[in-house]
């Protein structure tokens, strides 16, 4: 069955700096990807979606890059801010069922000021 | 309504107790899904409706659990006879169109605790 992995550790940056998340999986390339924030005690909230015949998309200070060679997304936050703390968590379809996704765990981020 | 709804925020039962918990997708809104979300863990799809109908129910744990969309607009997700194992954060999601097509707008959750 498909598996996701996200970094595991949490991600301290200084403010200014670009973050760097990874979500990778193991068993098929899904039809497309989406990341979503969510901060404590709140439902995630949607930042981008990519599909598999996409290689990168951006929104703002935001980029995500989808590599189906590799089985993975990277999403950048470029100038990050304190404001952009929060947890970070990829969502991929599900093969022949693409109202379904799969959820990865999350990655904590810390912007320091 | 402006966002998705969902009541009670938080909610304790003591185990065996039957809970209901409401969900108001965005107006006009189509797709309604169901998560359970433990502490640490990312989102566990529960059930999706498209209207009223429901068209996935796959992902419920037990058949203790209940969802239902009468009228395809409000959904209700019940637990019957509540078990430790059901606390978890319920997280309710809707979408104008299926969600292959772009966003799922999540409401706030509903954190369950059983005692």
């Known amino acids: 069955s498909q598996k996701i992995e996200q970094n595991s550790e949490a991600l301290n940056i200084q403010e200014g700096k670009t973050a760097t998340l990874t979500c990778n999986y193991t068993n098929y390339s899904p039809a497309y990807l989406q990341w979503y924030r969510q901060d404590p005690g709140r439902g995630p909230v949607f930042l981008l979606l990519i599909r598999e015949n996409e290689k990168e998309k951006r929104k703002e200070r935001l980029k995500v890059t989808f590599d189906t060679t590799l089985k993975q997304s990277l999403f950048h936050i470029t100038a990050s801010q304190p404001a952009d703390s929060a947890t970070y968590l990829c969502?991929?379809?599900?093969?022949?069922?693409?109202?379904?996704?799969?959820w990865g765990l999350g990655t904590s981020l810390a912007v320091n000021p | 309504g402006a966002g998705v709804s969902q009541s009670p925020r938080y909610k304790v039962a003591k185990r065996g107790q039957d809970v209901a918990l409401r969900c108001d997708p965005i107006?006009?809104?189509?797709?309604l899904f169901w998560y359970q979300q433990a502490l640490g863990q990312g989102p566990e799809f529960l059930t999706y409706f498209q209207n009223e109908a429901q068209l996935d129910k796959s992902g419920l744990p037990s058949d203790r659990f209940f969802a239902e969309r009468p009228e395809g607009s409000v959904s209700t997700l019940k637990i019957q006879r509540t078990q430790q194992e059901d606390s978890a954060v319920y997280l309710c999601?809707?979408?104008?169109?299926?969600?292959?097509?772009?966003?799922?707008?999540f409401g706030e959750g509903s954190r369950l605790t059983v005692l």
């Open positions: 969502a991929l379809s599900k093969a022949g069922n693409n109202r379904k996704l799969i």
């Open positions: 999601a809707s979408t104008h169109r299926g969600v292959n097509t772009g966003e799922l707008f």
């Open positions: 107006s006009g809104h189509v797709s």
